[in-house]
C-alpha cells in the first residue's frame, strides 16, 4: 500500500511537471537541416530518460527536435519502457510512432515497474538485432547491434553506454573491439562512453576514425552538469567511409548533448 501511494503521488508530480516542460535554450539550430543529399545522417543522443535537467518528463519534446534534425540512424541511450519517472510510458515506442522509423531496443536494465536500455531507430531496414551485456557492477551496463541495408550496403550500427568504472570500461571496450572485429560488414559505433580519455578509446581507433577529431573538432563538448563539461559522447565511423561533416547541437534538454555526423 506503502509503495502504491508514494508512486500515485509520484506520478501526480510528473504529470504536473509534463505540462510545462523547461527548455531553456534555442530549440533548433538550422546549421543542423537535412544535408537533402546522398549522404547518411548519423545521431547519438543520451536522452536522460526523456527528462530535462530539472527532472521534467516530455518525450514529445525530444522527439520533435529529433525529427527537426531529420536523422537516418539514430542511436539513443536512456531510454525507458513503462517506468514511474516516464510516466509509464514506452519510450521507444513513442519516440518510434513520432518519427516513424524501424526499431531494435535493447534493454539494460529492470527498474521499478518498466525497463531502460539503448534505442536505435533507423530509415533503413533492419535484418537483425543482438543486444549483449556488458561486465558491470553498479549499474547494468550493455551494447545493442544491428545490421541495416543501407544505399552504401549493408552495415552494423552498435548502441552503448559504457560504465562510470575506468576499469569496467577497459573490459567493455574490448568485448566490443572483438565484436566488431568477428563480422567482416563496416560498422558505426555510437554511445555514451562516459570518458574523455581518448587512450581508453585507442583499440578502437585501430580500425575507427572520430569525425570530431578528422574534422578539429573535439573541443565541442557533449555533456554539461553543475561541475563537469566535457565531451564524451562519440560516434565513430569506418575509415573507408568519408565524412562531410560533424556537429554538436545545443538543444539544451538533457544532461548531454546530440552528436550529429553526416557521411557517405
Not at 215 to 230: P, V
Request: glycine letters at 4%; proline letters at 5%; a positive charge.
Amino acid at each position: 500500500m506503502k509503495y502504491k501511494i508514494i508512486s500515485y503521488l509520484l506520478c501526480c508530480y510528473m504529470i504536473f511537471s509534463q505540462m510545462n516542460p523547461d527548455v531553456s535554450s534555442t530549440f533548433f539550430n538550422e546549421s543542423f537541416a537535412s544535408p537533402g543529399d546522398n549522404s547518411i545522417r548519423v545521431v547519438s543522443y543520451n536522452i536522460h530518460f526523456g527528462a530535462s535537467k530539472k527532472g521534467k518528463p516530455a518525450i514529445s519534446v525530444v522527439s520533435r527536435f529529433l525529427s527537426l534534425i531529420d536523422p537516418d540512424i539514430l542511436c539513443l541511450q536512456e531510454v525507458d519502457q513503462n517506468t514511474i519517472r516516464s510516466l509509464f510510458l514506452d519510450q521507444s515506442t513513442k519516440l518510434n510512432e513520432d518519427l516513424s522509423m524501424k526499431i531494435a531496443y535493447g534493454i539494460t536494465d529492470n527498474i521499478i515497474l518498466g525497463k531502460t536500455g539503448n534505442l536505435i531507430l533507423s530509415k533503413f531496414p533492419i535484418l537483425s538485432v543482438k543486444n549483449r551485456v556488458l561486465p558491470s557492477s553498479k549499474y547494468k551496463r550493455s551494447a545493442l547491434k544491428v545490421t541495416l541495408k543501407t544505399p552504401i550496403g549493408k552495415i552494423n550500427v552498435i548502441n552503448t553506454h559504457l560504465s562510470l568504472s575506468r576499469k569496467e570500461r577497459k573490459k567493455q571496450i574490448e568485448i566490443i573491439k572483438t565484436w566488431i572485429l568477428e563480422d567482416r560488414l563496416p560498422t558505426i559505433l555510437a554511445g555514451d562512453f562516459n570518458t574523455t580519455d581518448m587512450t581508453e578509446l585507442k583499440p578502437l581507433l585501430y580500425f575507427l576514425n572520430d569525425p570530431a577529431d578528422i574534422t578539429n573538432q573535439t573541443h565541442l563538448k557533449t555533456f554539461k552538469d553543475h561541475k563537469y563539461h566535457a565531451r564524451i559522447d562519440y560516434i565513430f565511423v569506418p575509415k573507408t567511409y568519408f565524412i562531410k561533416s560533424y556537429g554538436v547541437s545545443d538543444f539544451d534538454f538533457s544532461d548531454h548533448y546530440p552528436v550529429i555526423v553526416d557521411i557517405y
